[in-house]
């Protein structure tokens, strides 16, 4: 038994992408053990109203920062093809080009969301309009950052990657539990999102200032602007889908079913971990290898076995032992309404983490009208909540609903796009 472990463990290794894979998966998962306890530490160590607060903010922060995960993905994309074609001179150029852009971009996103602040402090019913301008200052690096992460992707430098992915969630928590240690309160849950960016900014342009200067050369970015138009509508629609529900609870809810769904939240997230370090491996592999007319479908197989294996454990772990977990969050008896809702939100999150496989996946092909679908979904699930909001139970059955029509769909569309496929090959060979 224990020599068949080892042979699996040889074979799964010797796969490049098994191997990087779960390398990226380690990390995520890293990164989102860290994130929990976050989540953890500010759930325990703020009352509910607070934590409610809390988690409508960085919610809401990740729904307007969504532009920086286009600008990770984008990079990655180009990058991976510059580096595929030997052509490091323009991979030199499209960083250090795109990094004062994004630079630029995210001090305009800072004094754009500063304006808003106001209306935001309203619409959740804040009573203070420095807690979002707080947070949203985090905006000035928040694209320059993944910039970096996306050129370090497409160069397939897993460990600079992963490490610093890891360590900017780190000290995210360290920094928040010292300073509401010392009194500062929300003020220190929110604070610590920009020093984490300004920290992590510097070590990833160390990891980067060597590429070449680029002088002298310009990249072909042919359909550049209609790809990220729309992978920006992908994961936009992507991150609403598992991000606004929090957002509508705390305007629709009262402060206590709020904070519960708060827990529930933060604890169901878990799931997204594992495919977002999975993606990070397939993405440049999959991208690299259509760009060299090889096959690309193993990859993304087995990238959706790892995703299924990993999250479904978790979601199991969560339906034998949810009141566990929710104690484990806040303490014994602080979240009494989070326990029975844990199994469907989670399976819901599953739903859309193999769905987040498959949408990268067809953007690595530049296949990018699957952005269409997700828009979609997340305009209907946006709708029933607006309509369905009584209490958590409706809401997170709005999740559940929303998610398994997003997978079923995205099915759906894979199947059309193989039957299309085929019917190209076998014409091109017909007319030979």
């Known amino acids: 038994m224990f020599h068949k472990a080892i042979l699996l463990w040889q074979k799964v290794t010797s796969d490049d992408m098994a191997r990087h894979g779960l390398m990226m998966a380690g990390f995520t998962f890293a990164h989102g053990v860290f994130s929990y306890l976050y989540q953890l530490a500010m759930g325990r160590m703020l009352q509910p109203a607070d934590f409610g607060i809390l988690l409508s903010l960085t919610n809401l922060y990740l729904i307007v920062s969504v532009f920086s995960l286009t600008v990770r993905t984008a990079m990655t994309k180009y990058i991976s093809k510059y580096k595929a074609m030997g052509n490091m001179d323009v991979v030199g150029y499209l960083w250090r080009v795109y990094f004062k852009r994004t630079l630029i971009l995210g001090v305009a996103a800072f004094l754009i969301a500063g304006f ?9 019913r804040l009573g203070n309009i420095w807690y979002p301008i707080v947070l949203f200052s985090t905006l000035i690096f928040s694209f320059a950052v993944p910039l970096n992460w996306g050129t370090l992707n497409g160069l397939q430098r897993f460990i600079p990657l992963g490490w610093t992915y890891v360590f900017w ?57 209609s790809y990220v138009s729309l992978f920006f509508v992908a994961i936009f629609s992507h991150t609403l889908l598992i991000n606004v529900d929090i957002v509508l609870v705390r305007h629709f809810l009262d402060e206590v079913q709020a904070g519960n769904y708060a827990a529930i939240s933060t604890l169901g997230k878990v799931v997204m971990f594992a495919p977002v370090g999975i993606v990070l491996a397939m993405f440049p592999k999959t991208s690299g290898l259509h760009e060299s007319g090889k096959t690309h479908r193993p990859v993304l197989l087995k990238s959706v076995l790892l995703t299924t294996i990993v999250t479904g454990a978790i979601v199991v772990i969560y339906w034998a032992f949810p009141n566990f977990f929710v104690d484990l969050l806040g303490g014994t008896g602080k979240y009494t309404l989070a326990a029975p809702y844990l199994f469907k939100y989670s399976l819901a999150i599953l739903f859309f983490a193999v769905s987040y496989i498959f949408m990268n996946y067809f953007f690595s092909l530049n296949y990018i ?57 076998q014409k091109v060979l017909e007319s030979e």
């Open 369 to 425: 009208k699957v952005a269409y679908i997700f828009a979609g979904v997340a305009f209907l699930q946006v709708l029933l909540i607006v309509y369905f909001h009584s209490d958590i139970g409706q809401i997170v059955n709005v999740m559940l609903i929303s998610g398994a029509f997003c997978l079923f769909a995205t099915l759906l569309f894979y199947q059309w796009w193989q039957r299309s496929v085929r019917m190209k090959t």
């Open 169 to 225: 969630v780190f000290l995210r928590l360290v920094l928040a539990v010292v300073l509401i240690k010392l009194g500062l309160g929300l003020y220190g849950g929110l604070a610590p999102y920009i020093i984490a960016n300004v920290v992590v900014l510097a070590i990833t342009y160390y990891y980067l200032k060597s590429l070449p200067s680029g002088r002298g050369f310009k990249a072909d970015v042919m359909g550049i602007r």
């Open 116 to 124: 808003v602040s106001p209306a935001v402090s309203g619409f959740l």
